[in-house]
């Protein structure tokens, strides 16, 4: 399985270098034996780099990244951010489905995109019809992939399975897969992805460290 995180400049919002965001994500790619590639417009450092034209607009942008990259897949991938840590394997999520998305009855929207998990391109789909819906302020991309795989879940407590668009989809809890620690010492319910959404980055190193052991030079 590859871990495909998405990143390409657009403008500075939370104040953060997302190359050592990035580093942190790697180091736990690593240590669970994971293919790290980033999704952007151009080479970034060091990084396993998917380069692919994108819109100058970042919803959109995010948006036409993963799909571009999903559509090249010959097997299964974890679209994460690049403000979060793997920490437990994640293979067998995609057991019996096609794609698997964390949901969670946030304020803004259920579905959270810091975890998706796809088998393989034709889970391309998904992210054609989220595009076509054209978001352009913060947040709307959750709301186009969210608006794509219509009826969703606000929150559920065991996984549960559904039919969308041909496909096997799974709904996750946000709090076991994909959930945000609220301060270094935070296990996030032993979460299988911890995201450092906001202005949680900066905690995003000394977490790993602390949590999994990951030690990675700033």
Same mark, same amino acid.
């Given at each position: 399985?590859?871990?495909?995180?998405?990143?390409?400049?657009?403008?500075?919002?939370?104040? +953060?270098?997302?190359?050592?965001?990035?580093?942190?994500?790697?180091?736990?790619?690593?240590?669970?034996?994971? *293919?790290?590639?980033?999704?952007? #417009? *151009?080479?970034? @450092?060091?990084? $396993?780099?998917?380069?692919?034209?994108?819109?100058?607009?970042?919803?959109?942008?995010?948006?036409?990244?993963?799909? $571009?990259?999903?559509?090249?897949?010959?097997? /299964?991938?974890?679209?994460? @951010?690049?403000?979060?840590?793997?920490?437990?394997? /994640?293979?067998?999520?995609?057991? =019996?489905?096609?794609?698997?998305?964390?949901?969670?009855?946030?304020?803004?929207? %259920?579905?959270?995109? @810091?975890?998706?998990?796809?088998?393989? *391109?034709? %889970?391309?789909?998904?992210?054609?019809?989220?595009?076509?819906?054209?978001?352009?302020?913060?947040?709307?991309?959750?709301?186009?992939?969210?608006?794509?795989?219509?009826?969703?879940?606000? *929150?559920? #407590?065991?996984?549960?399975? @559904?039919?969308?668009? =041909?496909?096997?989809?799974?709904?996750?809890? %946000?709090?076991?897969?994909?959930?945000?620690?609220?301060?270094?010492?935070?296990?996030?319910?032993?979460?299988?992805?911890?995201?450092?959404?906001?202005?949680?980055?900066?905690?995003?190193? /000394?977490?790993?460290?602390?949590?999994?052991?990951?030690? +990675?030079?700033?």
């Amino acid at each position: 399985m590859l871990v495909a995180s998405f990143y390409a400049y657009r403008y500075d919002k939370w104040g +953060v270098d997302y190359h050592k965001c990035l580093n942190v994500l790697e180091a736990s790619c690593e240590r669970l034996g994971l *293919k790290h590639v980033v999704i952007s #417009d *151009k080479q970034q @450092g060091k990084f $396993n780099t998917f380069v692919t034209d994108l819109p100058e607009n970042l919803m959109q942008a995010m948006l036409v990244g993963q799909r $571009n990259f999903v559509a090249q897949l010959e097997g /299964p991938a974890l679209l994460v @951010g690049a403000d979060c840590v793997i920490a437990s394997d /994640p293979r067998k999520v995609l057991d =019996g489905v096609d794609a698997a998305f964390t949901v969670y009855p946030f304020g803004d929207c %259920c579905l959270n995109t @810091g975890a998706m998990w796809v088998r393989d *391109k034709r %889970c391309a789909s998904i992210w054609e019809s989220a595009v076509a819906k054209n978001p352009i302020e913060w947040g709307e991309d959750q709301l186009a992939l969210r608006d794509s795989l219509e009826p969703v879940p606000s *929150k559920v #407590d065991e996984p549960q399975d @559904g039919v969308r668009n =041909g496909l096997r989809i799974r709904f996750l809890d %946000c709090r076991k897969y994909n959930w945000a620690p609220e301060n270094v010492r935070d296990r996030a319910n032993d979460c299988m992805v911890a995201h450092f959404r906001g202005t949680r980055k900066k905690t995003m190193r /000394p977490w790993a460290w602390l949590n999994l052991g990951i030690n +990675v030079v700033p």
